[in-house]
């Protein structure tokens, strides 16, 4: 289990430095993305502080590139995750899954299915 856990850590510290370079390039709807995949696999291993913070910097991202297709759609079905809502976050999520890799689909329905 700790492998399992330190393997997520690391995927969790790739996302966000990432997102944040990504930030300097101003590609803000792939720093939101990462973002937002560093909060989901931050949810994988309960940590939920996490999530929630990285939850606000892809939504940051998104307001700085004005930015509102699924991108934002995606991040929106974090922090409605985050905040509980299960049910918005599953629409939002429904809405957009067919832009996102096999791996994310696995990651966010994994995750939206053990709430």
Same mark, same amino acid.
């Given at each position: 289990? %700790?492998?399992?856990?330190?393997?997520?850590? @690391?995927? #969790? $510290?790739?996302?966000?430095?990432?997102?944040?370079?990504? !930030? *300097?390039?101003?590609?803000?709807?792939?720093?939101?993305?990462?973002?937002?995949? %560093?909060?989901?696999?931050?949810?994988?291993? @309960?940590? #939920? $502080?996490?999530?929630?913070?990285?939850?606000?910097?892809? !939504? *940051?991202?998104?307001?700085?590139?004005?930015?509102?297709?699924?991108?934002?759609?995606?991040?929106?079905?974090l922090k409605e995750l985050c905040s509980g809502?299960?049910?918005?976050?599953?629409?939002?999520?429904?809405?957009?899954?067919?832009?996102?890799?096999?791996?994310?689909?696995?990651?966010?329905?994994?995750?939206?299915?053990?709430?």
């Open positions: 289990m %700790a492998n399992k856990e330190n393997d997520v850590n @690391r995927k #969790i $510290d790739y996302y966000s430095e990432t997102a944040n370079l990504l !930030l *300097e390039e101003e590609a803000y709807d792939i720093a939101s993305d990462f973002f937002t995949l %560093a909060g989901f696999y931050s949810l994988s291993i @309960r940590d #939920i $502080d996490s999530a929630k913070n990285f939850s606000a910097k892809s !939504l *940051e991202s998104c307001k700085k590139g004005k930015i509102q297709d699924h991108h934002y759609l995606f991040a929106s079905s809502n299960l049910g918005k976050a599953t629409e939002y999520w429904n809405k957009i899954k067919n832009k996102y890799t096999d791996d994310e689909v696995q990651l966010v329905e994994q995750i939206l299915g053990g709430y």
